[in-house]
């Protein structure tokens, strides 16, 4: 499926009222796939393809400072939370929980203290 077809597919399933729009490896929602395709002008006819989720992943992942050494791993790490609801924030009083688990749909599925090594840990090559 190209891009467009993927989000033409979100807005369908959307309209019918799913739970989740969640699709791919990373698991893009409608707004965020929306989202990164209008504000990085990227071509909705690229194919969705593993290679075109990791690019879109990168972005998000730029976006919360995760490649830049000097973001605070706590600062970071909560941000990809709020990006990927299955991980867990690492601070604040909702610590260990996904920032969407209020949603009674989502929960993080990893422990805080992996997340904080792993951030910690990506730049040691």
């Not at 920032?99 to 990506?122: H, Q, T, W």
């Amino acid at each position: 499926m190209t891009l467009a077809e993927v989000l033409d597919y979100q807005r369908d399933i959307r309209a019918m009222g799913t739970i989740s729009s969640a699709v791919g490896r990373y698991q893009f929602i409608y707004l965020t796939m929306r989202d990164l395709v209008e504000t990085h002008d990227i071509s909705d006819a690229l194919v969705f393809d593993p290679e075109v989720q990791t690019y879109l992943a990168r972005f998000l992942m730029y976006q919360c400072g995760f490649y830049e050494r000097s973001t605070p791993v706590s600062q970071l790490g909560n941000c990809l939370a709020s990006v990927w609801a299955a991980l867990p924030l690492v601070s604040g009083p909702l610590k260990g929980e996904s920032a969407y688990s209020e949603d009674g749909i989502n929960k993080a599925f990893v422990a805080p203290e992996i997340v904080i090594e792993v951030l910690r840990s990506r730049f040691e090559w």
